[in-house]
C-alpha cells in the first residue's frame, strides 16, 4: 500500500481502452453503397432501432455525446481528461440489425469512417467494428482492416449479436482475430437490453433497473458463452477485453464458472483448465462503470481478486456514465503500489492489445 | 498402518466394486482391466461418496484449427468414477480428479496374496 501524491495523475501515462466516437445516421449512410445508403437516409422510419428509454432523465445530466464526432473534440477530451493513448471505437452494436446484409455494410461502412475521419491523418488507435450475422464477411472485414497499425482489435456488441458469441459459428471470427494478432474486445449496450432480454425490458418500470442489470448480463452471457464453447482453448493465443460492465461481476463469473464446470466438465471437454485459469490467462477487463462501494476497503479488496494484470481502466466518454480517471485513480493511489497502479493505467492495456506505443 | 483382507480374489469381475469398513473408515476397492485399486470413499470437494458414484466413460474433445471443427470422442468407459454428490469425476486407475487439477482420491496400496485381495492402511 502507498499514498502517492495527490494530483500525479497527469505524470502518468494513461491508456483509456473504451473512447466512444459518435457517428449520425446521416453521416454514416455517406461511407455505405446503394441500396443500403438510401435505406438509411429516405427511410420515413427509424432503422436504427430505439428502446425509448429516457437515459439522461429529461436532460438533468447533459449530452456530451451529440458533439463528440471529430478528431478535435477527441484531442480536447484527451486534454481535459488527462488521456494520452484513447482507444476508440464506433460504439454502435450492430448485433440489433434485422438485416444481415445491411449489419455487414454497415460494419465496413464504420471502418471506412474510422480510417477515413479518425486514424489516417491522427495517431489515435481504434477498433474495428465487426458484424457477427455473417462470421466470414466479418473475417474477410478483420483481414481487411488488420494491415492498419492503429486497429488494435475487434470490437463485437453483446447487445443483440445471435447466436451467442461463443457459438462455434462465430470461430472464423476469431481465427481471423488470432491470425492478425488482433484482441476481441466486448461491449454490451443499455439501449439494446430489449433484445437480449426482452421480457424484462418490457417489464421494468425505469431506467434504473434496466442499467443495473443491462450491461452486466450481456457481458455474463457472453463470458459463460465463450468459456462453455471453449473459445479460449482453441484459441490460445487470443485476448478477449470486456468494457463497460464494471469489474464486481468478474470474480463472481470466475468463481462460479470453476463450480459448473467442476460438475460438468465432461459437459465441455475441450477446457482443459479452470475456467479462472482461461479468464485470468486471457481476458482482461476494464473498470469503467466501477461499483461504489460505501466502505472504499470493499473496492480495494475486489481490485486485489482481480489483480492489476487483469484491469484496465477506461472512460467510456463521451456517453452520461462515463468515469473521470479520479473515480480508479483514487483507489489505486490509495491502496495500491505505483508499480500496480501503472499496470491498470498502462502496461496492462499495452499487454492485453498488443500496443506498440 | 496395517494389512487388512478386504475381498477374495474371485470375488470381483472387471467393472466391480466392494465398499467395506476397515478401522472405522470407507473404503472401496475398484477392479478395472484385472487391476484392484482401493481408495477412500471421500470426495474432495465436499466430503461426498464419491465411491459410490456412477463408473461411466467421460468425454474428450480435440479441435482442428484448420477447418474449425470440434471432434468428440467418449472415452475412459468403466473408468470414471463420477461422485453422485455434484459430479466430480476420478479417474479410477489413478485416483486422479479430472475436475480439479493436483486433487485426487484418498488411495491405499493393495495387493494380491494367498487368493485374497489386502489392502494396506
Known amino acids: 500500500m502507498t499514498q502517492a501524491t495527490p494530483g500525479s495523475v497527469a505524470e502518468t501515462t494513461v491508456v483509456d481502452t473504451d473512447v466512444h466516437i459518435t457517428v449520425d445516421e446521416e453521416r454514416i449512410a455517406k461511407y455505405l453503397d446503394e441500396p443500403y445508403r438510401s435505406s438509411i437516409t429516405d427511410s420515413p422510419h427509424p432503422v436504427f432501432p430505439s428502446s425509448s428509454w429516457d437515459q439522461r432523465m429529461g436532460g438533468k445530466i447533459d449530452d456530451h455525446f451529440s458533439t463528440f464526432t471529430d478528431p478535435e473534440d477527441i484531442q480536447q477530451f484527451q486534454a481535459d481528461f488527462q488521456i494520452e493513448y484513447p482507444i476508440i471505437n464506433t460504439f454502435e452494436p450492430l448485433g440489433k440489425f434485422s438485416q444481415p446484409d445491411l449489419a455487414v455494410n454497415l460494419m465496413r461502412a464504420y471502418n471506412d469512417l474510422l480510417l477515413d475521419v479518425f486514424l489516417d491523418d491522427y495517431d489515435f488507435l481504434g477498433l474495428a ?3 457477427t450475422q455473417k462470421p466470414q464477411e466479418a473475417a474477410a472485414e478483420i483481414n481487411r482492416v488488420a494491415d492498419e497499425d492503429q486497429i488494435v482489435g475487434i470490437y463485437i456488441g453483446t447487445s443483440g449479436e445471435y447466436p451467442p458469441v461463443g457459438d462455434p459459428s462465430n470461430d472464423p471470427i476469431y481465427k481471423a482475430a488470432a491470425d492478425n494478432d488482433l484482441s476481441v474486445v466486448f461491449h454490451g449496450n443499455g439501449d439494446e437490453f430489449m433484445f437480449d432480454f426482452p421480457h424484462h425490458n418490457k417489464g421494468f418500470n425505469n431506467y434504473f433497473e434496466v442499467q443495473t442489470l443491462g450491461h452486466a448480463w450481456q457481458q455474463m452471457a457472453a463470458m459463460s458463452s465463450l468459456l462453455g464453447e471453449g473459445v479460449p482453448a482453441k484459441f490460445p493465443d487470443l485476448n478477449f477485453v470486456f468494457l463497460e460492465a464494471g469489474i464486481g461481476w468478474v470474480p463472481y463469473m470466475m468463481h462460479r464458472m470453476n ?15 479452470s475456467p479462472e485459469e482461461y479468464v485470468r490467462d486471457q481476458f482482461y477487463v476494464a473498470s469503467q462503470p466501477l461499483g461504489e462501494p460505501n466502505n472504499g476497503d470493499d473496492m480495494k479488496r475486489l481490485i486485489e481478486t482481480l489483480g492489476a494484470d487483469m484491469l484496465m481502466f477506461a472512460t467510456d ?4 456514465d462515463f468515469d473521470h480517471l479520479e473515480e480508479m485513480d483514487k483507489y489505486l493511489q490509495h491502496y495500491f503500489t505505483p508499480e500496480e497502479r501503472r499496470k491498470v493505467l498502462y502496461e496492462t492495456p499495452v499487454e492485453a492489445f498488443g500496443l506498440n506505443i | 498402518m496395517g494389512d487388512h483382507t478386504i475381498a477374495a480374489v474371485d470375488e470381483l469381475e472387471d467393472g466391480d466394486r466392494k465398499l467395506v469398513e476397515v478401522e472405522g473408515r470407507e473404503i472401496a476397492l475398484f477392479r478395472v482391466n484385472g487391476d484392484y485399486h482401493a481408495y477412500t470413499n471421500w470426495c474432495a470437494h465436499q466430503g461426498g461418496p464419491a465411491c459410490e458414484g456412477s463408473v461411466t466413460g467421460t468425454a474428450e474433445a ?13 472415452c475412459k468407459e468403466g473408468e470414471v468414477l463420477n461422485c453422485p454428490w455434484h459430479g466430480w469425476e476420478y479417474d479410477i486407475p489413478t485416483g486422479d480428479c479430472l475436475s480439479k487439477d ?20
Open chain 1, 129 to 131: 467494428a465487426i458484424a
Open chain 1, 259 to 273: 463450480k459448473i464446470y467442476r460438475m460438468r466438465r465432461s459437459e465441455v471437454p475441450l477446457l482443459e483448465q
Open chain 1, 317 to 320: 466518454y463521451p456517453h452520461w
Open chain 2, 62 to 74: 480435440t479441435f482442428e484449427r484448420d477447418d474449425l471443427t470440434v471432434s468428440l470422442d467418449w
Open chain 2, 102 to 121: 493436483g486433487t485426487r482420491l484418498p488411495s491405499h496400496p493393495v495387493r494380491v496374496e494367498n487368493g485374497s485381495v489386502v489392502v494396506s492402511l
